[in-house]
């Protein structure tokens, strides 16, 4: 990448699109959002689903410390959005989205 802000970007992609053991080298990185899959569509399951991907951020040290909100919208009876806003090291803040199907 190019910029600080362009490689948080990627690292933060990286993190939400790959679940742990994807990477042989690196097993511990990515969020495993399909514990969520059999779940209700609730506040509790947005709550935990946000807990994952703060872990997920957070596990290697690379976001640790920094500003960190997530939100989670239901967005039909067996779908949740979760949008990810990180404060980058340039002070430009950052807004990705992931979907996560719940099979409810």
């Not at 097993?27 to 779940?39: A, F, I, K, T, W």
């Not at 509790?44 to 596990?59: D, N, P, S, V």
């Not at 040290?61 to 979760?82: E, Q, W």
């Amino acid at each position: 990448t190019t910029s600080a802000l362009q490689s948080d970007v990627q690292q933060i992609y990286i993190r939400l699109m790959t679940e742990p053991g994807d990477f042989i080298t690196y097993p511990n990185l990515g969020v495993d959002l399909s514990l969520l899959y059999g779940m209700p569509q609730t506040v509790q399951t947005g709550e935990f689903g946000k807990k994952l991907i703060r872990t997920a951020l957070q596990r290697e040290g690379l976001f640790k410390g920094r500003n960190i909100k997530i939100d989670a919208i239901p967005t039909s009876h067996d779908t949740i959005r979760f949008d990810i806003h990180v404060l980058s090291d340039v002070d430009q803040p950052i807004t990705l989205s992931v979907d996560q199907g719940l099979g409810a």
